[in-house]
């Protein structure tokens, strides 16, 4: 069960971190795992020689030749889907591809196979006979490497037990085992080490178990293998299912898709440092937002955009909340009379995002939690609006001293996240009519009170997700907005130029 | 109907072309115009203030104050889309916002005035009378500045005459007007004059009329103003609509859309000039294609994935099919036999993405097509393949002289392309089996042929727009196809080791 590097702790495991003397142990290590696995091939090499005895049912199982991977011929076979195996199957043969994740003899007559794919395991079980299943061949189920990627014929069987080391609760009697591409006897990573919680490893410490824990660098060192195990399959999921309920619900309301320049000549947001490069001898930078060309869109009678792209930022910031690279997802749209028309927006748009993964992705789900155990998400039909007045007040009658007209800290932002859950019972709410102070000088002031603007954050467990606001599209106010702010008016002028070609309608926007 | 900068011509417009006399001549172009504005917004504001005699309808027109657009309340009126416009709204009240993007006075009492959004306008007439149109409403109807964003209420009705000038067959009968934001009375750029197409002012000239053209400096200087053509509009849509069938597609077949690095240390692609910039002190610079973070992905046991997004290229050419910077549509998938099943894929896609835009963007099609004329294209129910001997084949056949193991010239491409329309009545099609020797090291080589590679390009009217190939994922293939392209291995020992821990199945790509 050894597995290279797996001693190493999880935590503070920044590239930063890594000295020198790391780096030769990781060099040393590497060294080690390639001698081993030079033996390993060669232990394989001689058991397949043994295993090539006179044996009639050799055409049931074996390795791959090259040459039939390369494309020789579309056979017209099925496979099914290890994630759709159920008892409804049960006594139907079946053939699946996937990864042979262990191989466990019982004896020398049988052996059980789990062999995965995405974040579903089915039990296969070979037991030789004189009829299917040689003892040769339960031999070449033996020798699989790890990971090495199979193709298993059978017939599908409902076991009397349920089944605990696979997900998929039937059993498939293997007739046909044949290897597509084996891998490297010894594995950096074994994916059921990788796979295991943190509490899975504390209860075992208490039994007095030790079980390997696969640490951060390892992972990251062999990320391939990493991304194998259930959690990061299913977290990857998400984000595709996030991604697409953002785009599905967006055109439903008339968005369209954009995407807006990320080699740009000036920098494009405030408030965060810019990657510089040099485009043949010209200087230029990467984008840190796509805001200005959204805007740019809308002025151009887009309507409503939306973009899911890349957004570049220069941060030297190591919080879980600032990256140098993310992919954003970007609103802008006109607004007929109200900022709260952008709030509707994002309110609906988040409900049926929550829907949809609690209604499709429990399988994905679970997988996460097995791993990262979590809670799910309070939130209500509605979605909660508090005034920032209103947050204020909140904070001020629990005891927490803030400036009514500056920003939120984080710890703040935190304790009004656990006041709102004990009042209104959802971890999802928007905070709105910000302090002007507070917002870039673009952001539309109140027309009743020029200490608030039209401007709101989006929360989930007390930490900002999102941030909107209604832009000043008047060049008049841009102006006087930017020289109050201290803005040199001269450097900007373009952008303000920008409006005065009638602007369609009040312009919003929210960032991701 | 004078537009500034509109004498310039359209072709050979790329920004190294503009000289300093050109730069001070843009200068005095801008100069020019300011001056003209100034004249023109005194001239309104005298107008204004004709206006303001005793009117008893004022209150069916006029300006709307800041503060009515700061987000002061939510009203519940409902507006109509111009697009939404038809017969069967006739007699009814309908409210619509949109650019004025043109007014033409009729004598005193008045005023037709043409409403545009998004990709449809609408015609608006106001007729003076004692109970709802005063002589000053239509005067200040006549001085609304073009591309102004107004509020237009009234009753839908059918004229006798078929209308010309605008795209909806209705006509509004104002009864309010009220200006939302106003532009600057002279604008560099006259949409009308934007919108036309070459063969419209070409036909002009003949008859002896001037039109105006409008440059691609002017155009590129002015975006916003450009992109409120009904061609730009209607692009854009398409655009939107085709990354939309992609996703769909894709999803529909189990891909999952992933985002990868962008910023990354070493270059991802042969072939391809790459952007460097300084990464904290680190060397580092921008991906020239997904393609080895899709593979980790595939080899990270995904399956099916696909990419959006953007893809960087420090190209010097300046052709139509080499960009510094595009969106790239990435497919990356395991296959179970053959490569054939990634040319099903592309095949199925495509025929979606072609019967989509026919059937769903009709409209935006006509749009384009007025200004920018094309003809369907040309496909088949069931997409066209030919091997690369077949094409070689056709082209001699036709006295091309053409190397049977070389890769195809520009030339020779669009050739072919006149020849399969000929013979087979598509412009879509794919050929494959291309010349190994052509082909990236990491390409996978026919099994039975080794001069030949397990690889296709897919054409559109002559032009390749997608290339694919099945990857060698083989570790020793690897490194002697390396070896044979005479590549140093120790140079790429990390992207071979990738493949040792159990790549599922083969691989393979395609990218547009």
Redesign the interface.
């Known amino acids: 069960m050894a597995s290279s590097g797996a001693e190493e702790t999880p935590a503070d495991s920044s590239a930063a971190a890594i000295s020198k003397k790391q780096a030769k142990k990781e060099a040393q290590k590497a060294e080690k795992l390639r001698r081993k696995q030079e033996e390993a091939v060669a232990a394989a090499a001689a058991s397949a020689a043994a295993l090539s005895e006179v044996d009639l049912l050799a055409g049931n199982y074996g390795d791959v030749p ?10 017209g ?1 099925r ?1 099914t889907e290890i994630g759709d195996l159920d008892p409804s199957l049960a006594g139907r043969t079946v053939l699946v ?1 996937g ?2 994740q262990a191989s466990r003899p019982v004896g020398k007559k049988m052996v059980f196979l789990v062999v ?3 974040t579903s395991t089915v039990q296969c079980l070979l037991t030789a006979d004189q009829v299917h299943v040689s003892t040769q061949m339960a031999g070449f189920a033996k020798g699989l ?5 199979v193709d298993v014929e059978g017939v599908v069987s409902i076991p009397k037990e349920p089944i605990k080391g696979a997900t998929q609760q039937v059993e498939i009697q293997v007739r046909k085992l044949y290897c ?5 006897p010894n ?1 950096p990573i074994n994916i059921e080490d990788a796979a295991r919680s943190e509490t899975e490893i504390a209860k075992a410490e208490m039994d007095g178990e030790k079980l390997v824990r696969v640490g951060q660098d390892t992972r990251l060192n ?7 195990t259930p959690a ?2 299913a977290i ?2 998400v ?2 299912e996030v ?2 309920i953002f ?1 599905q619900y967006l ?1 439903s309301k008339k968005f ?4 807006t ?3 740009i000549s000036g920098s494009s947001e405030g408030g965060a440092a810019v ?6 001898g010209q200087p230029a930078c ?1 984008a840190q937002s796509p805001q200005l060309y959204k805007q ?2 809308v ?5 409503r955009v939306f973009e ?3 957004v ?1 930022r ?1 941060e ?1 910031s190591y919080t879980h909340r600032h990256l ?2 993310f ?1 954003g997802l970007d609103v802008e749209m006109e ?6 028309e952008v709030m509707d927006i994002v309110d609906g748009l988040f409900v049926e995002m929550f829907d949809h993964l609690n209604e499709n992705c429990k399988k994905e789900l679970e997988a996460i939690n097995r791993q990262y155990p979590f809670e799910p998400l309070k939130y209500l039909r509605q979605t909660l609006r508090l005034t920032f007045e209103e947050g204020i007040q909140m904070l001020k009658e629990d005891g927490v001293d803030v400036d009514p007209l500056g920003d939120l800290n984080t710890e703040a932002e935190r304790k009004l996240g656990r006041l709102v859950l004990e009042k209104y019972n959802t971890e999802f709410y928007i905070l709105h009519r910000y302090p002007l102070a507070v917002r870039p000088f673009y952001t ?5 009170d020029s200490r608030y603007s ?1 401007s709101f954050d989006v929360f989930i467990r007390g930490e900002e997700i999102i941030s909107g606001a ?1 832009r000043v ?2 060049p008049d ?1 841009l102006t006087s907005r930017a020289e109050a702010c201290g803005i040199d008016v001269k450097t900007i002028s373009a952008y303000i130029d ?1 409006f ?7 312009v919003d926007s929210v960032w991701a």
Not at 66 to 75: A, G, P, T, Y
Not at 256 to 259: A, W
């Open positions: 090259m040459e039939d991977i390369q494309s020789k011929r579309v056979s076979r496979w591809r990864s042979a995965r794919q995405f490497s790890r990971e090495s990627v597509i591409n084996r891998a490297v594995l062999y990320r391939v293998l990493d991304l194998r990061n399959q990857f999921s984000q595709s991604e697409y785009r055109r369209r898709s954009i995407h320049p990320k080699l990657f510089k490069l040099d485009y043949k990467l740019m869109a002025s151009g009678c887009f309507g899911v792209g890349s570049f220069a030297d140098c690279e992919v607004i007929k009379e109200h900022y709260s539309m002031p109140c027309y009743d039209n209604q599209h008047s106010l920008s005065k070609y009638g602007t369609p309608h009040t």
